[in-house]
């Protein structure tokens, strides 16, 4: 039963260039995903070593800031980490 899966694709030829455009396009968006996550990395360290002691809940460890700079990024919660960055002077 699994391998009639594998038979209709090989039949159809649209079907499988699709298959094969999906798979050649895996990784490159593997690459763009750790260039991001580099990139995040690297303002998770600059948001501790700059802003621990401004707001221990946002940046009190590499992890906290981490998930802040996740939060940012895909604009969550960016309002309110800014706002409590603003507030807390």
């Not at 391998?3 to 968006?29: C, E, G, W």
């Not at 996550?37 to 946002?58: E, P, S, W």
Request: net charge positive.
């Amino acid at each position: 039963r699994a391998f009639r899966v594998i038979r209709v694709v090989r039949r159809l030829a649209n079907l499988r260039s699709l298959v094969n455009s999906l798979a050649a396009s895996v990784l490159p968006v593997v690459n763009a995903m750790i260039i991001v996550f580099l990139t995040c990395c690297i303002y998770a360290v600059m948001g501790v070593n700059l802003f621990k002691q401004r707001d221990q809940l946002l940046f009190g460890s590499f992890a906290r800031a981490l998930f802040t700079m996740f939060q940012v990024s895909t604009m969550d919660g960016w309002a309110l980490a800014s706002r409590n960055m603003f507030e807390s002077e």
